[in-house]
C-alpha cells in the first residue's frame, strides 16, 4: 500500500495559568491546595506546530516529535483523506533554531509528521534522544545520532524529571486486521513527565481512545492531558480515524475531571479532519469549561 511509504519517514495543568498573552485562567478549585504548594515551581508548554510540543520542566526543556520543514514541503500522504495536499500546511511560528532548544527530544514514533526528513537532518547529532523501542532507536542511530536512548513503562529519569512510556494504538482494531496497514500504522507511545513538587502531564500521542489510555489516566492522574485530536483520516476506513478527535476530547474532559485537556495535532498535515475552529466550536456547544479545554495556537504558550 503506498501509504505504507508516505507515514514513515529516512499543561493546564491545575493553578493559576498564564498565556504569551497574558490572560489569565482560574484553575479548578479542587486542586487549590496543590497550587499553594507548587505555585514557585514553573512547568511551561509550548504548542509549536502539529504534534511538535516542548515542556520545560525547571529549566530541563523536552521537545517532542518536531516536524521542523517549511510549509509545503511534502507531497500529501498517499491513501489518506486529502492526499493532494502538501503539508505541512502552515509554517512553523517560531524560527528553526527556536525551536532546537532543547535538553532532549522524545519521538513517540517516527512517521513523517512527528520526525521528518528536516529534523533528521538539523537536529545536532550529539542531542539526547529518546525513542519508544529498540526498533525505531537502531532508526535513528543510522542516521548518525550517537545519544539514543529507549524509554520504558517503568520509565526513565533524566535531569530530575522521570519520564514513563504509555501504550499508543494507531488505529482501530479492524485497520490493523490488514497487514499492510498494520506495519504502515506500526507502534506509538505517549508520555508521562513527572517530577516531585510539580504538575503530572500525560502526552498521549497518535493513539485512538482504548482502554490503555483510560489505564495510564487512572494510574497517572495527571493535571494536564495533552490529545492529539486532529481526527485524522484513511482514504479507506471511512468512517474512523488514526487518532482522536473532538468526541475524544470530550471523553478525556469527564473522564478527568480535575486535568486540564489541551487539543494539538490540527490545520497542518492533508489528512486532519478536524480543525482547531471547529474543536472550539464543538466545546462552546457542549459547554465545557474553557478554562479546561484549551486549543492552543502555533507558538502559543501556558505556565503552570
Not at 535513528?140 to 533524566?158: A, C, H, N, S
Not at 464543538?282 to 469549561?289: N, S, T
Request: one cysteine or more; hydrophobic letters at 40%; proline letters at 4%.
Amino acid at each position: 500500500m503506498k501509504i505504507s511509504k508516505s507515514l514513515t519517514g529516512t499543561t493546564l495543568l491545575s493553578g493559576v495559568m498564564l498565556l504569551t498573552a497574558c490572560t489569565t485562567f482560574a484553575s479548578p478549585a479542587s486542586n487549590s491546595n496543590a497550587v499553594k504548594q507548587t505555585a514557585t515551581n514553573t512547568v511551561q508548554f509550548q504548542q509549536i506546530r502539529n504534534a511538535t510540543i516542548k515542556l520545560d520542566y525547571d529549566g530541563t526543556t523536552f521537545l517532542v516529535d518536531p516536524m521542523l520543514a517549511a510549509k509545503n514541503a511534502y507531497p500529501g500522504f498517499a491513501d489518506t483523506l486529502n492526499s493532494q495536499i502538501r503539508y505541512p500546511m502552515v509554517d512553523l511560528p517560531v524560527s528553526v533554531a527556536e525551536v532546537l532548544k532543547a535538553d532532549a527530544i522524545i519521538l513517540t514514533h517516527l512517521h513523517a509528521d512527528h520526525w521528518d526528513d528536516a529534523a533528521r537532518n538539523l537536529v545536532p547529532r550529539n542531542m539526547p534522544i529518546f525513542t519508544q523501542n529498540e526498533a525505531d532507536a537502531a532508526i535513528v542511530r543510522k542516521d548518525g545520532f550517537t545519544d539514543v536512548r529507549v524509554l520504558t513503562e517503568q520509565g526513565v529519569v533524566f535531569k530530575g524529571t522521570r519520564i514513563n512510556k504509555t501504550i499508543g494504538q494507531h488505529g482501530t482494531d479492524e485497520m490493523y486486521k490488514v497487514p499492510a496497514l498494520a506495519q504502515a500504522l506500526g507502534k506509538t507511545m505517549g508520555i508521562v513527565f513527572q517530577k516531585p513538587n510539580y504538575k503530572t502531564v500525560y502526552v498521549v500521542g497518535d493513539t485512538i481512545w482504548n482502554k490503555d489510555v483510560e489505564n495510564a489516566l487512572t494510574r497517572y492522574k495527571p493535571d494536564a492531558v495533552i490529545l492529539n485530536t486532529g481526527y485524522a483520516k484513511l482514504s479507506t476506513f471511512v468512517d474512523d480515524s488514526i487518532i482522536m478527535g473532538k468526541d475524544d476530547v470530550y471523553r478525556a474532559y469527564q473522564f478527568s475531571p480535575n486535568a486540564q485537556i489541551i487539543n494539538v495535532h490540527m490545520d497542518t498535515v492533508n489528512h486532519g479532519a478536524l480543525s482547531k475552529a471547529e474543536l472550539r466550536r464543538f466545546i462552546e456547544e457542549k459547554h465545557l469549561d474553557k478554562q479546561r479545554a484549551l486549543v492552543p495556537n502555533d507558538g502559543q504558550t501556558y505556565k503552570f
